[in-house]
């Protein structure tokens, strides 16, 4: 069989990757010297990585990231907890349910470090989405009126990472603190939710009407959560010499009691936190 007619049906049956990877291996005559078995067993790596890749773009795509951020570009400045930042970049607060909630004064990186975090989830297999906080509530109102709203929040529900910028930068009505006490309830202890906001949690109750439903709200998402206080000058001013962000010179402190260890038992200040 001639190899142009394997390749064709390779592409055929949808095996892109390993197609391409045996039109490359035909213009390398080195190859010729391996097995069969080390042959086939570089196509089979070649479509792997291909899915995978594939995979990866999906999911980035479907997270609808508002900005281009990767944990590895996060720069370490003095003060920073590299320990926690560490452990947080394992995603082992994905499967574990563990909220991260982050604040700050307006352009010290916020959202940069959300997308960040979005992102390394994203790369370890993880499904996300993104919204900022009234996005969101209008989603919510438009999907109620169009019969959609026990759909929709069966999708939130399902996504590994629910990230949620710009939380409480105005009050928030009381049917939009119904509908996210909806949203917590249905992920507390099972998927996290990445919460950004300029308030700290401890002030949350101020921008939620009923101190009934924010008691609630509040007891759920920040019980054993990851809060990240970050503090510095803007990064926004940058930006005008810079078309593409990609260093967080904020500093970043850690609430003492929200490290954690997950199932790989990592060790921080010389003993083991227990698991939540």
């Known amino acids: 069989m001639l190899v ?9 049956m949808k095996l892109q990757g390993m197609a391409d990877a045996l039109s490359k291996q035909q213009g390398a005559p080195e190859l010729g010297q391996l097995s069969f078995d080390d042959r086939f067993g570089l196509l089979v790596d070649a479509e792997y990585t291909a899915r995978e890749n594939d995979s990866l773009k999906a999911r980035i795509k479907q997270a609808s990231l508002r900005q281009t951020a990767c944990f590895e570009d996060i720069d370490l400045q ?21 909220n991260i909630l982050i604040d700050g004064k307006t352009g010290v990186g916020k959202s940069y470090l959300a997308t960040a975090l979005t992102h390394k989830a994203c790369r370890c297999g993880f499904t996300a989405l993104y919204f900022r906080a009234p996005r969101l509530f209008q989603e919510l109102a438009v999907s109620r009126l169009s019969n959609r709203y026990a759909r929709f929040l069966k999708k ?22 119904r509908d996210l006490l909806e949203v917590v309830d249905d992920r507390v202890g099972k998927r996290p939710l990445i919460i950004v906001s300029q308030l700290p949690p401890g002030q949350w109750h101020g921008a939620i009407p009923s101190a009934t439903i924010a008691d609630a709200i509040i007891d759920r998402v920040i019980h054993g959560a990851h809060k990240l206080h970050l503090e510095g000058d803007t990064r926004r001013k940058n930006r005008r010499t810079k078309e593409h ?22 060790r921080t200040g010389g003993r083991t936190k227990p698991k939540h």
């Open 4 to 12: 142009h007619q394997t390749i064709e049906k390779l592409v055929v």
């Open 78 to 98: 003095q003060g920073l907890d590299r320990t926690t930042l560490t452990l947080l970049a394992q995603c082992g607060w994905v499967p574990e349910g563990i």
């Open 156 to 177: 939130l529900a399902k996504v590994d990472v629910l990230v949620l910028d710009d939380f409480a930068l105005a009050p928030i009505s009381d049917e939009q603190s």
């Open 245 to 266: 962000e990609t260093s967080f010179d904020a500093d970043l402190t850690i609430d003492g009691d929200s490290n954690h260890t997950y199932s790989n038992s990592i």
